[in-house]
């Protein structure tokens, strides 16, 4: 079965850098799109970025073009999320999800059946 395992977060002051990393298994990773989501309480899941690993191209949600950046080790069947110069606005609960079958616009909008558990930014841990 799919599985998707997210790790990641820290303590991290406004302006600091922290990095999600998200392990699959159950799928072909290098024909898959991946990707992470976010939701701060009180609002509404939000799509941070994607990639196809088939071909390395990426999206981005407005928020996060040029702080963040999303990639792949194929090896590894892992996927990372090194998020930058990071604000308030930053903080929520950071979610993996994948098309296995590599469906972009799929997965952008939420569409995927696949998720890993949240883990949050910035934890304690």
């Known amino acids: 079965d799919v599985q998707l395992q997210a790790s990641g977060g820290g303590l991290v002051q406004a302006g600091g850098s922290l990095r999600l990393s998200c392990v699959a298994s159950?799928?072909?990773?290098?024909?898959?799109?991946i990707g992470w989501f976010r939701q701060a309480p009180g609002k509404e899941r939000e799509a941070v970025s994607c990639?196809?690993?088939?071909?390395?191209?990426?999206l981005y949600g407005d928020s996060v073009k040029g702080r963040f950046t999303i990639s792949s080790d194929n090896a590894k069947k892992t996927v990372y999320l090194q998020m930058n110069n990071l604000k308030l606005e930053d903080t929520a609960v950071y979610y993996c999800?994948?098309?296995?079958?590599?469906?972009?616009?799929?997965?952008?909008?939420?569409?995927?059946?696949?998720w890993g558990q949240g883990t949050q930014v910035p934890s304690p841990a």
């Open positions: 159950g799928f072909t990773f290098d024909r898959a799109a």
């Open positions: 999800t994948a098309s296995p079958r590599g469906w972009m616009v799929h997965l952008w909008r939420g569409m995927s059946d696949y």
């Open positions: 990639r196809a690993n088939s071909d390395g191209s990426t």
